[in-house]
């Protein structure tokens, strides 16, 4: 095993396409990715990227060029990545589970000139579309293509993939980053990435967690093993186990499930290093049952699209942080609170939760508007997400924005509401939501998932919360549910949830 000072530094390279060809050339025969029984290497990755692109570029793809991929998660995807990027283009995905009507927001807002497509042909894609169609049959051809002779010159700050919104409250925005931001989120990755580290991929590829993770992938040559596809905590635990998984990574849902499967049968997970977890609340039950069981270190972790590393919890953090906290600042980023004027709030104020950092979005792709809404005058972004901050630096989400209704001319935070429902043991898990009401203009719905054996009502939760919250932020609607929605990405689904409690009654149901 070579150590890190043998490794290639990214700081020698201006853009991925020449990291790419640096690492392939000095670890040729280590594997890039594991997908099932197939497996890549980073010299196959390199000559297939580039033997792709040159196919490309008689296609008439050239530097600057947007470039969609509506191809599933898997080797192909990685490999068009790449192919894009050697070519100075620009690279981007769609989430799997997007509309036609979405897909048909992104072509025209990215001006796509191509989209790389399954075969048979994708129905999302419109009709009049006037870009290329290629499929993943052409895709495969071109990997015997003679590779690329030349390259163009791409700079740092040239743009290099647009990473677009989840589109559960609205139109997509596409978040743009350039080929410094990616090389700055490989400095930024603190413990979770190290030299030839083997790490689990559970999201799409469309997510920000691997459109802006290449960069930090080459640099510490990381294998990404990738799970079956629909998730499954089984498939996930058999990655884990036969591929040697060093880096565990998912959200909370996924690592509450595994852990149960890790009692129920016994396995142990001697090659694992660390867990990362984020994407919703971290319980600090949940980290302590998993770091008691698998031995290691558990860090929960803030990002959003716009700025895929924001916070984290330490290993040493008391349970209280963990609880409580999404952690402190990552190395080379800060994070303040504003008010509505986009002024600096008072430690311990509720506020929207602003990044000045490297690794962020350089802008909304297209769209100067919303560029400009989403930075202060002075380079900060401005999230939709709120929150606080204490004196030790720790960020406490409350909600969002979009999230947040008016009971009685009272602004109720439903993060906040949540974090004390579930901390009632009758609660497995819970969700709030607003939804319209005469008179009062908005009252709180809570879904619950019940804890095993129990029958949690609305008096009791309302009561649970009165002694720790203000009263009127407590539920006045209780849904019982098995499970809470979630989206492609395993967050709740709030947007379903809203319509669901906008459609029924006032009482209390129990599903």
């Known amino acids: 095993m070579r150590g890190m000072a043998e490794l290639v530094m990214t700081a020698d390279y201006a853009n991925l396409g020449d990291l790419l060809v640096a690492v392939a050339e000095r670890y ?54 790449c192919a894009v990027l050697l070519l100075g283009g620009i690279v981007t995905g769609v ?31 419109p009709d009049g579309f006037a870009g290329l169609r290629i499929t993943d049959e052409e895709v495969r051809a071109g990997y015997a293509h003679t590779p690329l002779t030349s390259r163009p010159s791409v700079t740092a700050g040239d743009p290099a993939v647009i990473v677009w919104t989840s589109g559960t409250t609205g139109a997509p925005k596409g978040a743009w980053f350039d080929h410094a931001a990616l090389a700055a989120g490989a400095r930024v990755s603190g413990l979770l990435s190290a030299p030839f580290d083997r790490r689990l991929m559970p999201t799409p590829f469309a997510h920000a967690g691997f459109m802006t993770r290449v960069w930090d992938q080459l640099a510490f040559v990381m294998t990404t093993i990738l799970t079956p596809t629909p998730w499954s905590a089984p498939a996930m635990l058999a990655a884990l186990v036969q591929e040697h998984v060093t880096v565990g990574q998912g959200v909370p849902t996924q690592w509450e499930k595994l852990l149960v499967l890790l009692h129920e049968t016994g396995t142990m997970l001697p090659d694992l290093r660390i867990v990362g977890t984020g994407a919703a609340k971290v319980s600090a039950e949940l980290v302590h049952d998993l770091s008691k069981y698998l031995g290691v270190p558990v860090l929960a972790r803030y990002a959003c699209t716009e700025a895929p590393s924001i916070t984290g919890t330490r290993v040493d953090d008391p349970p209280e942080v963990l609880e409580q906290t999404v952690g402190r600042a990552q190395n080379g980023i800060r994070v303040r609170i504003l008010n509505e004027s986009l002024e600096p709030l008072p430690l311990g104020e ?18 100067p508007e919303l560029t400009a809404a989403a930075f202060t005058p002075d380079g900060w972004l401005v999230s939709s997400d709120l929150g606080t901050l204490d004196a030790d630096g720790n960020l406490t989400l409350v909600g969002r924005t979009s999230e947040v209704y008016i009971r009685g001319g009272y602004n109720v935070y439903p993060l906040e509401v949540e974090n004390v429902l579930t901390a009632h043991p009758d609660v497995a898990g819970a969700a709030v939501v607003g939804t319209p009401a005469a008179v009062i203009g908005e009252i709180g719905v809570a879904f619950v998932v019940p804890a095993a054996g129990r029958e949690p009502t609305l008096e009791v939760l309302r009561a649970w919360c009165a002694e720790h919250i203000a009263d009127y932020k407590a539920p006045d609607r209780l849904e019982i549910v098995a499970e809470l929605p979630l989206t492609s990405m395993m967050k709740i689904d709030k947007l379903s949830l809203r319509r669901r409690a906008a459609s029924a009654g006032p009482q209390s149901k129990r599903r």
Do not use: C
């Open 28 to 81: 040729p025969e280590n594997e890039a990715f594991v997908d099932g029984q197939q497996r890549l290497s980073f010299g196959d990755w390199h000559t297939k990227a580039s033997s792709l692109a040159a196919a490309l570029t008689e296609r008439g793809i050239s530097k600057g060029d947007v470039v969609v991929l509506t191809l599933p998660t898997g080797l192909d995807y990685a490999i068009a990545y």
């Open 95 to 125: 989430n799997p589970r997007l509309g036609p009507g979405e897909i048909a927001g992104i072509l025209e807002q990215s001006a796509a000139a191509a989209v790389i497509e399954p075969a048979p042909a994708d129905r999302r894609i």
């Open 350 to 367: 509720v506020g929207r939760v602003a990044i000045a950092s490297p690794f962020q979005m350089r802008g909304y792709w297209r769209a």
